[in-house]
Each structure stands twice: as C-alpha cells, then as structure tokens.
C-alpha cells in the first residue's frame, strides 16, 4: 500500500477549502477489500473512489472506462456523488475532457467531463431512481434522533425515502435557521439509517422555486455531516420531480457546506422523458 497514489480532490467547489473533500485511486488494482477500507479510514473523508480495470462487456471508449468502488471511514458504499465527480476531474486532468464510463456496485453511471473557462466540470448520469414512504414509527424516531419537533418540518415536503445510487431519507426543514441548528443523537440516528439502509438524511430548505439548501448527516460513514452529497442531490432531484415540486423538466441548485464552513453548489438536471438524474459540478486538487 505503501506504493498505492492516493489522490484528494475536493467536488462541487472550485476553492480547496470548500466542497467535499474525497479520496482517488485511480490505480487499485493491487488492493484488496481491507486496504481499501484501511486507506479511507486514514484519509478521514466521507468517501474515497477506487478505480481498477472494466468489467468485461461494459463499452465506453477504451481507456475511459472503469470499475469504480466508493468506501467511507468505515465501510463500502455502493455509490457517491462527489466521489465521482472528484474522480472524472482527476481523469480529465491526465487523459482530457470527453465521456467516462463507470461500472459502481449501484449499476453503470456515465460521466461527462468539459472544459468550462479554463477549469473542468464533470456532469454525472444517476441510474434509474424511485421513492418510496417511511412508516411513521420510522419517522418519528429519526426526527427524535435529530431532535426536531414534527412542526419543525416544511409540509410541502413529505417525508420519503429516495434512491438513485443510494438510499436518502429526505426532510424538508420549515426554516432556514432550522437547517442551520443540526446537534443529532450520533449513535441514535446511525442505528435507525442502518436498520433502514440509509446513507444519509437529506435535511432540505427551500430558498426559491429551484434553489434550495441542504444538509446531510452521516453517522453511518463514520461522519458527523457530509459537506456536499452528489448521489444525496440526485436522489433529491427525483423526489422533488415525482413529487411535483418542480417541472419534470428543471435546473436545481442546491448550496451545502456552508453551515460546516466549506461551501459547495451542485447542479441536479432533470429531462422530460429521462427518468435518470444529472449532477454536475467542479472540482480542485488539495495540495
């Protein structure tokens, strides 16, 4: 491992200190499940993107394909977002802008990378998402666990469980100042989003008619709270369509980090007659 390159990228920010922070091996193909783990959990980011060969039948252009596994501090997950992202602007930068394929333990993600003023944007494609209600024994310790009252809740946003790539609990806070005053039961809600097959909770504010602000809890990585959550926006992004908060066909920006001191935006792009979810943002090398 000693000999293993390991990258740090931070996603949907173009300053090192805001966004995401995420770990990339672009060459994993000596490291086993454990020393993968191992070297997530000594970065201490949410996520870290190890990438080996494609799976034989997968397409893409040659060279620009991969097999993609994402794990936090503490175990494998089956997809991130700014994981991602961070990866295509790490591969844009050694083999140029164009189109990626990535075969995730989620399903197979295209991802764009272009060259947008001098700095690259990478736009990842969510496979197939759907929602699905959370029984109100569910919820109702989630939000013990949060510590919020049930009117702390915005009623325009019904409590769901949304996925496109990984499972979201999304909540949509009353207020801003709400949103802003997140002090959870660690352990409480890591036991609830395990028994659920959570990733995070998406705690949601509505600044505009496609603005909102975000938050997201993430005990179960080892991970008070993620700064920017792409997979998080692109299940949101299926949510608030399926639900008609938005058009079928709508830009969304989404600004999180802010409240922890490490600002992000995330673009969620939604098609008419496309049920995938597209997330798009920039990335930068820590040094």
């Keep these: 491992m000693t000999d293993t390159e390991v990258l740090r990228y931070t996603a949907f920010s173009g300053d090192p200190n805001g966004g995401n922070p995420a770990g990339v091996v672009l060459d994993a193909s000596g490291l086993d499940d454990a020393a993968m783990l191992e070297i997530a959990a000594g970065l201490g980011y949410s996520e870290t993107a190890f990438l080996t060969a494609p799976?034989?039948?997968?397409?893409?252009?040659?060279?620009?394909?991969?097999?993609?596994?994402?794990?936090?501090?503490?175990?494998e997950v089956p997809f991130c977002g700014?994981?991602?992202?961070?990866?295509?602007?790490?591969?844009g930068e050694r083999i140029g802008p164009g189109e990626l394929l990535l075969a995730t333990p989620a399903g197979t993600v295209p991802v764009s990378v272009t060259a947008e003023d001098g700095r690259l944007r990478a736009?990842?494609?969510?496979?197939?998402?759907?929602?699905?209600?959370?029984?109100?024994a569910d919820l109702t310790e989630a939000l013990a666990a949060l510590d919020w009252p049930r009117d702390d809740l915005d009623p325009a946003f019904p409590p769901r469980i949304a996925y496109a790539?990984?499972?979201?609990?999304?909540?949509?806070?009353?207020?801003?100042?709400?949103?802003?005053d997140l002090d959870y039961d660690f352990a409480r809600l890591e036991a609830l989003m395990h028994r659920l097959d959570l990733t995070t909770v998406q705690l949601v504010h509505r600044a505009g008619p496609a603005e909102f602000h975000v938050r997201d809890p993430f005990p179960v990585g080892g991970v008070v709270e993620d700064p920017a959550t792409g997979a998080a926006a692109a299940?949101?992004?299926?949510?608030?369509?399926?639900?008609?908060?938005?058009?079928?066909?709508?830009?969304?920006?989404?600004?999180?980090?802010?409240?922890?001191?490490?600002?992000?935006?995330l673009t969620v792009e939604l098609r008419e007659g496309d049920a995938r979810v597209r997330v798009s943002g920039t990335a930068v090398s820590i040094t």
């Design 82 to 91: 700014h994981a991602t992202i961070a990866t295509a602007v790490a591969l």
């Design 165 to 180: 790539g990984a499972r979201h609990l999304v909540l949509g806070a009353a207020t801003r100042a709400r949103l802003a």
């Design 55 to 75: 799976p034989e039948g997968l397409g893409g252009q040659e060279g620009r394909s991969f097999t993609t596994r994402y794990f936090s501090p503490k175990a």
């Design 235 to 265: 299940a949101f992004g299926a949510y608030a369509r399926e639900l008609g908060l938005v058009p079928a066909g709508a830009e969304l920006t989404l600004h999180q980090g802010a409240d922890m001191g490490r600002p992000g935006v």
């Design 123 to 136: 736009t990842l494609t969510s496979v197939e998402p759907h929602t699905e209600e959370i029984g109100d």
